[in-house]
């Protein structure tokens, strides 16, 4: 009988050492958190999480498109009863964006009203889209409103966000991988990685 194949996560981050042309690694300067180090958080989270919510109606609730691999791994690392439900939104750009205003694109389709809401973020940066949701979603009265994100650069923050898990903190750097992207590119990498400056200003080779 054939061996079972192994992951996929761990197919790409074997390719991050043997990269061959044409694929996304050969963009990436350095692995920062590893699929396995992810793996590992994901399942602590997902025991605490076991533990705070049990026997109430939680409710997970993933912004997209960034958090869609994190809530993925995340729900199967829960145990317990739980539902699923997403939000789009959309930041004005960047000068507005430090004002807090973002536009919902896709709003939730359960109302949170009772309810157990747990946000799951894939990071944090300015704190702007997490100040502006957390004001959103309070008004609905939820029985609680809590924040999981992935990653956290605490050096970039603007407002104050109350946060109860976070997996990790990372540099001041652009992270890409793990449902993070650039220009809509690189969410499947299974790892957390930093770019080369190149890909970000072509022609600086
Ligand atoms: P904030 O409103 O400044 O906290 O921005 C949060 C959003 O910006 C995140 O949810 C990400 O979608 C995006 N973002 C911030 N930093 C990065 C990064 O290093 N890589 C990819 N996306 C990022
Ligand atoms: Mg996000």
Redesign the pocket.
Known sequence: MAERSPGVAVVNEERADACVQGQLCQDIERVLISAEEIQGRVRELGSQINERYAGKDLLLIA?LK?SIVFIADLMRAISIPHEVDFLATSSYGASS?SSGVVRILKDLNEPIEGRHALVV??????????AYLTRLFSARNPASLEVVTLLD?PTRREVDIDVLWTGFSVPNE???GYG??FNQKYRNLPYIGVLKPEVYEPGTE
Do not use: A, C
């Open positions: 912004v960034g964006t973020e894939d990071i944090i940066d300015s704190g702007q889209t997490l650069k652009f992270v890409i993070l992207d």
